[in-house]
Structure formats: C-alpha cells, structure tokens
C-alpha cells in the first residue's frame, strides 16, 4: 500500500474547492480541474481541505452545540448508551478501543478518546431490503440532551451529501461514468462518530505509547471530519514522519478509506493517520471531532478496477466484501483480535 508523499520535508494537504461540482451552472472544463486536483491529492496525499461544500454555519453550530452537551454530561449518564458488542451505534467510553489493532499491530496503550456513533437504520432508511438489523442499527438519542437528535442527525445528512458529492468528483478522476460508484452506495453502511479527546489532568505523564487515538486506515470509501483547529492529528509520511494536519477556517477535511485504495489498486491512497495527544505548548488540551464514514453497501465487492490493473500492475488485493473487511477491523480496534488481513497497510506502520 502506499503512503503519503512528503517533499523535502514538507508534506501538503491541498485545498480544493468543490463548489462547482454544487453548481448546475458550472462548465465541464470547471469540473474537470476539481477531479483533476481530487485525483492529483489522492494519488500524492490521500487528504485533502474541501471548501465551497455549502454546509450552513448554522448547521456546524447546531451540531457542535449537541455534541458538547452530550459529552459534558456525567460519564454514568453516557455509558448508559454504550455500545452492546457488535453494534456499531452509541457510546464508546474512554481507553475501550485500540485502533491500531485494525491493522494487526499489537499496543499496550488503549486509545484516549470517548465517541458516540450514530448511523443508517435499515428499518426506517431501507425498509424491504432484508439488510442485517445488527449492521443497519437503529439509533438511540440521549435524552437528557434534547437538542442532540436534530442537531446530529442534521449534520449526518449534509455530511453525507458531501460524501456523494466526492464520490462523483472520484469517478469523474478515475475516468469512469460519473455515477460509477452509486451501485455501491445506494444502502451505504454509513456511520458519524463524534469523538472527544478525554484527557487525564495536564500534569499526569503519558506512557510512551499513549495517543489520543491510534495509527489506522479508514475502512471504506471516504470519510468527511470536522475536527478543531487544535493539534492532534497526523499523517504518516512515505518518509517515516508524522505530520500535522490542522483544518483550515470553514473547511473540511476529507481522506480516502481502504475501499478506494482496493478499487484503485493503491494507485490512490489510503493514508495512516492518527491523533497523538493534543497538547499546546507542552499542556494538554481539549480536542473534538466527528468523522461521517461513506463506507459502501454491506454487500458491495471491492475488487481492483480493470482500468488499474495490467501486466505491470497485477491486482494487489483479492475482491473482499465491504461487510467483510469492515467486519475484520472492528474486531480489531474494539474486539482486541488482531485483524490478520491488513498486510500492506501494517507493513507501512511497521516501516515507520
């Protein structure tokens, strides 16, 4: 798999307006540049700062505003929504998952974070499909917080057509019709994880392999974060450096999951991040995120696309099930068994 291409010692996360891609009105020739930068960051960095999205600043603040409340609240009162085993919805506690485990690398630190995860429900989204209830949950809102389902659910649906958007702007780069990639998203198995960095006293001192959250690679076919403009987050370079990403003012950030570096057969990548403990000036300090995953249909095959394969690039991955893949990770970072079908991306960590 590859990696994040750094330039003497700078490695440079673009920023690209999509905005045209929003506009009835915009030129083929608009478009085209937009899929041309897109494919140009997937194939050097696999991040990119997306602007001209069209989420409302009321739409970011009522969100954000849901998310703290839940999150300010007693831990007894949130870890009455964990997650039951299996279930990717509700609330997952502090130092309960080990991300770096999804790639088969063993850690003696679990991650800091805290997250709560709401996601598509089969009954109400995809009624009639017979899609599996334990992957299609439905969600459960806290209800001392009753602000959070209006406002979280109102951010799931404009990140989400975000991600649609990008996965026309990705057929378009890769030169396949531009609804290429429908097939596999039309009962999308997509999750929000709001994450909030939950960190011991400044003056407690971290063990050596502790982070906010661990190396990993996002499993399906991209994800849309808001984060804070607070230090934390990391790109491994193909240099062996961690490097800071910040987002800038009003952008978000998007990054490309397994399934597209599968499709593509790592001609675009799918690149290792993590969140090392926030701190400023040595301190730590408070950190909050929220990752929409667009991972695909539970049943859609993810196999190298025949326009990335030739004699000189023989298929590098055989055709996994997103169900199937996403499965295997999980039960890496919160199962702790070490997932043994991520090969090439651990081999990248390991390098490091």
Same mark, same amino acid.
């Given at each position: 798999?590859?990696?994040a291409v750094?330039?003497?010692?700078?490695?440079?996360?673009?920023?690209?307006d999509?905005?045209?891609?929003?506009?009835?009105a915009?030129?083929?020739?608009?478009?085209?540049?937009?899929?041309?930068?897109?494919d140009e960051?997937?194939?050097t960095?696999?991040?990119?700062?997306?602007?001209?999205?069209g989420?409302s600043?009321?739409?970011?603040?009522?969100?954000?505003a849901?998310?703290d409340?839940?999150?300010?609240l007693?831990?007894e009162?949130?870890?009455?929504y964990?997650?039951?085993?299996g279930?990717?919805? +509700?609330?997952?506690?502090?130092k309960?998952?080990?991300? =770096?485990?999804? &790639? /088969? $690398?063993a850690t *003696?630190a679990?991650d800091? @974070?805290e997250?709560?995860n709401?996601?598509?429900?089969a009954?109400?989204?995809?009624?009639?499909?017979?899609?599996?209830?334990?992957?299609y949950?439905p969600?459960?809102?806290p209800v001392e917080?009753?602000s959070f389902?209006?406002?979280?659910?109102?951010w799931?649906?404009a990140?989400? +057509?975000?991600?649609?958007?990008?996965?026309?702007?990705? =057929?378009?780069? &890769? /030169? $396949?019709?531009? *609804?290429?990639?429908?097939? @596999?998203?039309?009962?999308?198995?997509?999750?929000?994880?709001m994450?909030?960095?939950r960190?011991?006293?400044?003056?407690?001192?971290l063990?050596?392999?502790?982070?906010?959250m661990?190396?990993h690679?996002?499993y399906?076919?991209?994800?849309?974060l808001?984060?804070?403009?607070?230090? +934390?987050?990391?790109?491994?370079?193909d240099?062996?450096?961690?490097?800071?990403?910040?987002?800038?003012?009003?952008?978000?950030?998007?990054?490309?999951g397994?399934a597209?570096?599968?499709?593509?057969?790592?001609q675009?990548i799918?690149?290792?991040?993590?969140?090392?403990?926030?701190?400023?000036?040595?301190?730590?300090?408070?950190?909050?995120?929220?990752?929409?995953?667009?991972?695909?249909n539970?049943?859609a095959?993810i196999?190298?696309?025949?326009?990335c394969?030739?004699?000189?690039?023989p298929?590098?991955?055989?055709?996994?099930?997103?169900?199937?893949?996403?499965?295997a990770?999980?039960?890496?970072?919160?199962?702790?068994y070490?997932?043994?079908?991520?090969?090439?991306?651990?081999?990248?960590l390991?390098?490091a």
């Amino acid at each position: 798999m590859s990696s994040a291409v750094a330039h003497e010692g700078v490695l440079t996360v673009p920023t690209i307006d999509i905005a045209p891609y929003r506009d009835p009105a915009a030129t083929p020739e608009q478009r085209a540049a937009v899929a041309a930068a897109v494919d140009e960051a997937a194939r050097t960095v696999g991040f990119m700062q997306i602007v001209g999205h069209g989420i409302s600043q009321e739409t970011v603040d009522g969100f954000t505003a849901a998310m703290d409340a839940f999150f300010a609240l007693p831990l007894e009162a949130k870890s009455a929504y964990r997650c039951p085993p299996g279930i990717n919805r +509700g609330y997952t506690p502090p130092k309960s998952e080990s991300l =770096a485990n999804s &790639l /088969g $690398l063993a850690t *003696s630190a679990a991650d800091l @974070f805290e997250a709560i995860n709401i996601g598509v429900d089969a009954a109400l989204q995809f009624p009639g499909l017979g899609l599996p209830e334990d992957q299609y949950a439905p969600n459960t809102f806290p209800v001392e917080v009753p602000s959070f389902e209006g406002g979280t659910t109102a951010w799931f649906a404009a990140a989400g +057509g975000v991600a649609r958007a990008m996965e026309t702007i990705f =057929a378009d780069a &890769l /030169g $396949l019709p531009s *609804s290429h990639f429908a097939q @596999f998203t039309d009962h999308s198995l997509d999750v929000l994880r709001m994450i909030n960095y939950r960190l011991p006293a400044a003056g407690v001192e971290l063990g050596p392999d502790q982070v906010g959250m661990g190396a990993h690679t996002d499993y399906g076919i991209c994800t849309v974060l808001w984060a804070d403009q607070v230090p +934390g987050l990391e790109i491994l370079g193909d240099d062996g450096t961690w490097y800071p990403v910040q987002p800038a003012d009003g952008a978000l950030l998007i990054n490309l999951g397994d399934a597209l570096a599968r499709w593509t057969n790592d001609q675009w990548i799918s690149t290792m991040h993590r969140v090392a403990a926030p701190r400023i000036d040595g301190v730590l300090v408070p950190r909050r995120s929220a990752a929409y995953f667009h991972d695909g249909n539970i049943d859609a095959v993810i196999a190298p696309l025949a326009t990335c394969v030739d004699a000189d690039h023989p298929p590098l991955y055989a055709p996994v099930t997103v169900g199937e893949h996403i499965a295997a990770k999980l039960a890496g970072s919160r199962g702790g068994y070490l997932n043994p079908n991520a090969e090439r991306e651990a081999a990248r960590l390991a390098d490091a």
